[in-house]
């Protein structure tokens, strides 16, 4: 399954005396991808092969941005921009507790998750006082999880339980002021995150073949935070 999620904020105001504009994008996301024997359920595979794949893919933008000309004011200037993505992604495969196989050839339980983040939070702010605050903030909660649970020994021709995890999160925050007398700029970009990758097997299994038991996980994080402030000499 491959899923797009995105929001954005776009703020801009000018006035001869006080400007004051703000943008906030939230972008909150709940992904779950399953594939699965129930617990209790019995299947007789016939002698074929068994499959449960359970795969998504997803990018999950947030972005706060100003209009062209950003804040202006003749006398202040005041702009803040916040971007927040929070992503919750929970992939399993699975056969379940107490759930029954019989006759299976090959036996594939995988679990793969490719989750992006890009969270951009853009700000300006000019006047005869500026003043401008930009955050960038992701928090991400990643579960990827390949399971044959408990129960009854499974006899098969081969056995591969395998979980893969990957995913690239960038934040950026990016802040500027002019002012002709005084400029004040703040910038933070925060990534929190919390992931797990897991391969397991809870039950006896034997097999003519290969059994094999992975978990990997491939993640990047980047945050990045800039302010920049022109005042009078």
């Known amino acids: 399954i ?25 972008n909150t996301v709940v992904n779950t991808t399953t594939a ?20 998504q893919q997803s990018l999950s933008e947030a972005k706060a941005l100003p209009t062209k000309e950003g804040v202006t004011g003749g006398k202040v200037g005041i702009g803040a921009s916040v971007a927040v993505n929070v992503v919750s992604d929970n992939t399993k495969a699975s056969i379940g507790a107490s759930a029954g196989m ?25 006047g005869g006082v500026a003043i401008d605050a930009v955050a960038a903030v992701t928090t ?11 129960g009854s ?10 979980s893969t995890n990957s995913g690239d999160h960038t934040a950026t925050a990016t802040g ?11 910038s933070a ?20 073949g290969d059994i094999t038991i992975a978990a990997s996980a491939d993640r990047s994080y980047e945050a990045v935070a800039t302010a920049s402030s022109k005042g009078a000499n």
């Open 2 to 26: 491959t899923n797009n999620f995105s929001a954005q904020a776009t703020s801009g105001a000018g006035g001869s005396k006080v400007g004051i504009a703000g943008s906030v994008g939230v």
């Open 36 to 55: 699965e024997v129930a617990s209790g359920a019995t299947v007789n595979a016939g002698s074929g092969d068994v499959t449960l794949r359970a795969e």
């Open 102 to 126: 019989t006759n299976a050839g090959a036996v594939q339980v995988i679990a793969s998750a490719d989750s992006d983040t890009n969270t951009e939070a853009t700000g300006g702010a000019a």
């Open 140 to 150: 991400l909660n990643q579960t990827t999880e390949a399971t044959i649970g408990t």
């Open 153 to 162: 020994p499974l006899n098969a021709a081969s056995v591969e339980v395998r």
């Open 176 to 186: 500027d002021t002019k002012s002709d007398s005084v400029g004040i700029g703040a």
């Open 189 to 208: 970009a925060v990534i929190t995150s919390k992931a797990l990758a897991s391969a397991t097997i809870k039950r006896d299994v034997s097999s003519a």
